[in-house]
């Protein structure tokens, strides 16, 4: 018998892997379990899970392909990476799709089994390209992912269907042995997850080892690495998503508000999960309501509030469309609200599963009449708890519709979220209006926020309505000079919000030769594309909105101190479109809109192109 031989070990700052297989192939959870365990033993990361725009795509086709990128760094990192350096192929058509965006000379762990003649021909290939040179010049890992998991698990009472879909932790357990991650967590998450089915936990958990134990004894595998964990802030870490973190934000916003929360929504990608995350709170209160369609969800929601709850709704870029009247009613009745838009590629249906920013100018201007909302950006998936907070604080204080907008790369991305000290959270407590002596429905404070009282509150009984509002009463009216008077005290009441938000912060020089303006989940990308510009001698600066409407009241004055302000934007233009006309000075634009997030790469090319040089020489 021989010897096994000890395997090389190899210490890297970061790693980029990209995990590919057919949607049944279970490449999300996978991808997932590797984060939430990378997460655990301290190493900064960022995800760009990659779904299917196909419900049940043909197995082994193009169209089926799921992915799961993760980049992990013993370094700050804000990105999920450029291009992979591991890719983790499946079938032929998870190689195929994904090969081109593989760094030269990059590692290739392939499941040598789906190759055959029905898979090759599904992926278009005309021959094998694990045998024809296609793969020259990659590090190319050839592992019968398939056999080796009915291997490991010969006598088990599942069917061979079932035993099949256990190679996904047969390649997890794989991966966990060559990046020198612990198997602890996903066995007890295997556990936890199939305590029902005892044959199931056993299966699971034996192709996971018997990956990790392939690894440290096959001949195939030379190297192993280690990513040491990252200099992170003291305090108690977990891995979070986008969506997961706009839940609790109003979970959280419902506590420190001391106000029921009220989720009326209809499922919608990438937005669902918010629905699905709020669900399991019920023991803090919260109810969800799975409306019939999007405008049942948003008009229950503005029932829940004329009630005296916390209420907001979600949805994507078609919902909005569908929610536009609805909202006008918010704004009518001047009552809290927050919409929650996950913007995904358009029009129409478009792309269901991919990201985009192109619901800008819906959320800014999308409805009929004066009918002004404040709009708020979120930028990285923690990010989106403290935005939904900040989006209920800015309703419950100015009696307002607010829209939040995500988008489906940091929804479905997810990152190390450092959890914050109840204490730190702002109180955004609200005292209902009581006094029956002083009430009026559309009486208005310092802020211009009408007040809020309770239906059916002895002596402060009102109504409200989509018609125009007499000032002060309440009362239906159509009196010229009072609509006009009404429509500005609702615009001066959202502009008023300005005095109430951060101004906008500069990260780099305070002026200079160009200034990088983004809003939105483009922040990681831009922060890095222009730190390593000014790394580079680069005369290049950042801010970033996350207040649209309105802006920060400094937003002009910022701008004004640059040579050059460069908008990269994945629509066609729609920030530029809003900086120019606010503030009548040119900008250039970058826009790209392929259904994924920017790298990085695209950005630093834009900013040496307009700079000409380092010191914009």
């Not at 615009?491 to 912060?505: G, S, T, V």
Request: charged share 25%; with cysteine.
């Amino acid at each position: 018998m021989s010897e096994v031989k000890e395997k090389h070990v190899e210490t890297v700052a970061e790693v980029t892997v990209r995990f590919a297989g057919d949607s049944g192939d279970g490449m999300q959870l996978t991808g997932t379990q590797f984060s939430d365990t990378t997460a655990w033993v301290g190493n900064d990361l960022s995800t760009l899970p990659d779904y299917p725009a196909e419900i049940r795509a043909p197995a082994g086709t193009l169209y089926g392909v799921s992915g799961f990128q993760l980049h992990f760094s013993s370094n700050d990192i804000h990105t999920p990476g450029d291009v992979p350096d591991v890719l983790v192929a499946m079938n032929p058509a998870a190689l195929k799709k994904n090969l081109p965006e593989l760094k030269p000379h990059g590692t290739i762990i392939v499941n040598t089994d789906a190759f055959d003649q029905k898979n090759l021909k599904l992926a278009h290939y005309e021959s094998n390209p694990l045998e024809d040179g296609t793969l020259d010049g990659f590090h190319v890992h050839k592992v019968p992912i398939t056999s080796l998991t009915i291997n490991a698990l010969e006598g088990s009472p599942l069917t061979p269907k079932e035993i099949s879909r256990c190679k996904n932790f047969f390649a997890l357990g794989l991966m966990y042995w060559l990046y020198n991650r612990p198997l602890e967590k996903t066995e007890e998450w295997i556990k936890q997850k199939f305590k029902k089915r005892p044959e199931l936990v056993d299966a699971n958990i034996k192709a996971l080892k018997a990956g990790y134990n392939f690894g440290e004894i096959t001949e195939i595998f030379t190297t192993r690495y280690i990513v040491k964990p990252a200099k992170l802030k003291k305090g108690t870490y977990r891995n979070i998503s986008g969506n997961e973190a706009v839940s609790l934000g109003f979970l959280a916003a419902s506590v420190k508000s001391g106000l029921k929360l009220f989720l009326g929504s209809y499922p919608i990608t990438p937005a669902s999960e918010i629905l699905q995350y709020t669900s399991n709170y019920k023991h803090f209160g919260a109810i969800t309501f799975q409306a019939e369609d999007e405008i049942a969800g948003i008009t229950a929601a503005i029932g829940a509030s004329y009630a005296g709850n916390l209420a907001f709704t979600t949805t994507s870029g078609p919902g909005l469309a569908l929610k536009t009247e609805a909202i006008g009613l918010a704004v009518m009745t001047e009552l809290p609200l927050v919409i929650v838009d996950v913007q995904r590629g358009g029009p129409s249906t478009g792309l269901p599963t991919k990201t985009e920013q192109a619901d800008l100018l819906q959320a800014y201007c999308g409805r009929n009449g004066e009918a002004p909302v404040a709009v708020l950006a979120a930028c990285t998936p923690k990010d989106c708890f403290y935005m939904a907070i900040e989006a209920c604080r800015i309703a419950l204080k100015y009696m307002t519709p607010v829209i939040l907008l995500t988008d489906g790369y940091i929804a479905n991305g997810s990152e190390p979220w450092r959890i914050p000290n109840v204490n730190d959270i702002p109180d955004i407590s609200v005292k209902f209006f009581t006094d029956k002596e002083k009430f009026q429905p559309y009486l208005r404070d310092e802020n211009l926020a009408r007040p809020w009282a309770i239906p059916g509150t002895p002596g402060l009984e009102h109504r409200i309505g989509g018609l125009e509002k007499e000032d002060i009463t309440g009362n239906v009216s159509y009196e010229p000079d009072n609509h006009d008077k009404m429509t500005r005290i609702r615009a001066k009441k959202i502009e008023n919000i300005k005095n109430d938000i951060p101004d906008l912060k500069v990260e780099g020089d305070e002026e200079g030769d160009l200034l990088v303006l983004g809003w939105g989940g483009t922040y990681g990308t831009l922060k890095e594309a222009v730190s390593k510009a000014r790394a580079e001698g680069y005369s290049v600066s950042q801010a970033h909105l996350k207040y649209i409407n309105p802006m920060p009241k400094n937003t002009g004055e910022v701008l004004s101190r640059f040579k050059k302000v460069l908008i990269p934007e994945i629509n066609l233009g729609q920030l530029a479109f809003i900086i120019r006309s606010k503030f009548l000075i040119d900008v250039v634009q970058f826009n790209i809109v392929r259904g994924l997030p920017f790298k990085v790469g695209d950005i630093y090319g834009k900013i040496t192109e307009l700079l000409g040089g380092k010191n914009g020489n």
